[in-house]
């Protein structure tokens, strides 16, 4: 590749990040592009899981968790949607993993909303997607 061509590149994708920055914002689009705890782990490495499709957008949400007396030890997700939506399944494994199933059961899509520092308005359907399929996979776990 010639270096005019990576200058081009490189100026143009600091454009698209600033634009999406005054979009959304800087947790978002920084979760978006470094999305943590991505990935669906072995089944021996899942306690439960939930799969789930919501929203006006039909997005997949899979929530896969490993659970070791009442505590929440690794959170992993994957989901077929948007920037916004990479970004909420992310922010719900960083703020669950380490943490009670009692606190995780009590997560709210409001708590998501605050720990992304304001989700646009067309866009909360993300966090209740991630809540609904995280209580789901709470609920399963006690029932078995």
Same mark, same amino acid.
Request: glycine residues 6%.
């Given at each position: 590749?010639?270096? &005019?061509? +990576? ?9 698209? *990040? ?11 689009? &920084? ?5 943590? &705890? ?5 089944? +021996?490495?899942? *306690? ?8 006006? /957008?039909?997005?997949?949400?899979? $929530? ?5 007396? &009442?505590? $929440?030890?690794? %959170? ?10 990479? %970004? *909420?399944?992310?922010?719900? *494994?960083? !703020?669950? +993993? ?10 709210? %899509?409001? @708590? !998501? @909303? ?7 308005? @067309?866009?909360?359907?993300?966090? @209740? !997607?991630?809540?609904?399929?995280? /209580? ?6 006690? %029932?078995?």
């Amino acid at each position: 590749m010639s270096n &005019n061509f +990576e200058k081009f590149l490189e100026k143009l994708q600091k454009k698209i *990040t600033k634009k999406e920055i005054k979009d959304h914002n800087e947790k978002i689009v &920084n979760l978006c592009y470094n999305p943590q &705890n991505w990935g669906k782990p072995p089944q +021996e490495k899942i *306690t439960v899981q939930e799969e789930r499709r919501g929203g006006p /957008k039909g997005y997949f949400l899979g $929530i896969y968790l490993m659970i070791e007396n &009442n505590s $929440i030890i690794k %959170a992993n997700y994957i989901t077929d949607g948007c920037g916004v939506m990479i %970004a *909420t399944g992310s922010q719900t *494994t960083i !703020l669950i +993993e380490g943490c009670s199933l009692e606190f995780a059961k009590n997560l709210n %899509a409001d @708590d !998501l @909303d605050k720990a992304l520092m304001g989700l646009p308005k @067309d866009e909360k359907h993300c966090a @209740d !997607l991630a809540i609904s399929t995280l /209580k789901s996979a709470i609920e399963k776990y006690k %029932a078995e």
